[in-house]
């Protein structure tokens, strides 16, 4: 593991000693990681729907179906799955 010292400002500071007083951390370390993790997985998630999106936009336009021809569309789906 790689050390570092980081400036934090006083309201941040004293919420990661809370989070540490709280026991949901043993230390300040922990803290920290765990967001970064948070930030990392909710990038990844960003990226996968934004390639979703992509792949949708790229596939072309369709014809445009009322909510009833789409809920009927997918009731055929579901039943050809099974």
């Given amino acids: 593991m790689s050390r570092h010292t980081i400036t934090l ?3 941040n500071n004293e919420w990661l000693k809370q989070q540490v007083a709280k026991e949901d951390f043993t230390c300040k ?3 920290i990681n765990c967001l970064i993790e948070q ?3 909710r990038d990844a998630y960003y990226d996968f729907v934004q390639m979703k999106i992509d792949r949708g936009v790229e596939s072309g ?4 179906q009322s909510k009833e021809e789409m809920l009927e569309e997918f009731k ?5 799955l099974y």
């Fill in 39 to 41: 930030a990392r997985d």
């Fill in 9 to 11: 400002t006083h309201p």
């Fill in 76 to 80: 055929k789906r579901i039943q050809n």
């Fill in 29 to 31: 370390s922990e803290v």
């Fill in 61 to 64: 336009i369709v014809e445009k």
